[in-house]
């Protein structure tokens, strides 16, 4: 079982930027991170495959967030500028334990591993 810990979120004026982190305690392949704020379903946010050559954004952040890795060091970043109010939320990192490569899933069912969880909140 892998174990994943976000950390990096907090409190931010509209306008600025956050660094979100994410390691893992194993190896696992394609990652990502989803949001969900109260009352809303769990939101794609970005995902990046095992081997960093494809990446995922929904139209929402695209151009805004940029996510990464170093395999290395089995951690997971994103970097998010531009922030907005409706960027507030917690945000999840998630893993795949599939030994696919080059895949990048959008869809939450694809992930077998998350993290705990953090708290970004962007204030107007």
């Known amino acids: 079982q892998v174990q994943l810990v976000e950390s990096g979120g907090g409190l931010v004026q509209a306008g600025g930027s956050l660094r979100l982190s994410c390691a893992a305690s194993?190896?696992?392949?394609?990652m990502g991170w989803f949001r969900q704020a109260p009352g809303t379903e769990r939101e794609f946010v970005a995902a990046?495959?095992?081997?960093?050559?494809?990446?995922a954004y929904p139209d929402s952040v695209k151009g805004r967030f940029t996510i990464s890795r170093d395999n290395a060091k089995n951690t997971l970043s994103l970097q998010m500028n531009s922030l907005e109010p409706e960027d507030t939320a917690v945000y999840y990192c998630?893993?795949?334990?599939?030994?696919?490569?080059?895949?990048?899933?959008?869809?939450?069912?694809?992930?077998?591993?998350w993290g705990q969880g953090t708290q970004v909140t962007v204030s107007s």
């Open positions: 194993g190896r696992v392949y394609a």
């Open positions: 998630a893993a795949d334990r599939s030994r696919t490569i080059g895949t990048a899933p959008r869809n939450h069912v694809e992930y077998d591993y």
């Open positions: 990046i495959s095992w081997n960093g050559g494809n990446t």
